[in-house]
């Protein structure tokens, strides 16, 4: 439980992190400099105002310098990438797997609110997350994944590190080669873009870490939530539907982390 409180407190220093990369990112600022600032006033935010949660809860969720309102975005951010981390730690101990599923959860949750606010999925987060997916298959196996199935089939029986990067590879380049694909005729068919490529590459992301099932179950999942909520908004704040876009990547990191934690059975761990 020791290794799980600090995984927790860890995690709330990548959710401060994150929230850096999710406001700058977009604005192609660099994350490293200048020192954390107010994005009202501009003024540097000084390292005992910038404590995650503890700060906001201090400060009352305003700037000290001009008083004006913090988003409710950075203790959410914090709070949850914090529990995410607690909860692998406390299910699968200080382990590989758990350093997967953390790294993970932080991906997903920095694109989550990435997309929510910008409409936009950085690379750093698709792209860089995709590297790291298929490095860490080969030393964490990814299982129950169909992959050697359609290889026995072809008569072809690849082992170990060499299976999972494979299903790892599969797992990306399939789903997301629909998902593309599915948008690609939905632009030719109504003239006007249906779905953002950064959906794609976070999608090819998801299937590096979780192999095939996992990345087509949070495909459904995102979907489902994508059309009810989606539609739902639309309605009550009677958006126009025909202009409004919908950030779909933020239904599909929502559904990433619901299925990580259901499909690795991490809560029948606890």
């Known amino acids: ?135 860490l298959s080969l030393v964490i196996p990814i299982s129950d994944g169909p992959t050697e199935f359609l290889f026995a089939i072809t008569g072809v029986h690849p082992k170990g590190p060499l299976l999972s990067l494979t299903e790892s590879f599969f797992a990306a380049a399939l789903p997301s080669g629909f998902l593309w694909l599915t948008g690609e005729l939905f632009q030719r068919i109504r003239h006007k873009e249906g779905l953002g490529f950064g959906d794609v590459k976070m999608i090819a992301m998801v299937g590096s870490f979780v192999g095939l099932t996992g990345t087509l179950r949070t495909l459904i999942l995102g979907s489902l939530l994508g059309s009810v909520v989606g539609v739902a908004y639309i309605l009550i704040t009677r958006k126009d539907h025909t202009s409004y876009e919908l950030p779909f990547g933020s239904f599909l990191g929502f559904a990433g982390i619901v299925v990580i934690l259901l499909d690795q059975r991490v809560f029948s761990l606890l």
């Open 1 to 135: 439980m020791v290794e799980a409180v600090l995984a927790g407190l860890f995690g709330l220093l990548i959710g401060s992190f994150l929230n850096v990369c999710i406001y700058r990112m977009p604005r192609d600022l660099s994350v490293v400099r200048p020192r954390s600032y107010c994005p009202h006033c501009e003024k540097t935010i000084a390292w005992f105002d910038n404590v995650p949660l503890l700060s906001f809860l201090l400060l009352k969720g305003r700037c000290r310098d001009c008083g004006k309102p913090i988003s409710a975005r950075y203790p959410i951010v914090e709070l949850l990438t914090g529990t995410l981390f607690f909860v692998f730690v406390a299910a699968l101990g200080p382990s590989l797997p758990a350093l997967k599923y953390c790294l993970m959860s932080a991906l997903l949750v920095g694109m989550t609110f990435s997309d929510l606010e910008e409409r936009i999925l950085p690379d750093e987060f698709t792209l860089g997350g995709l590297v790291a997916g298929l490095a």
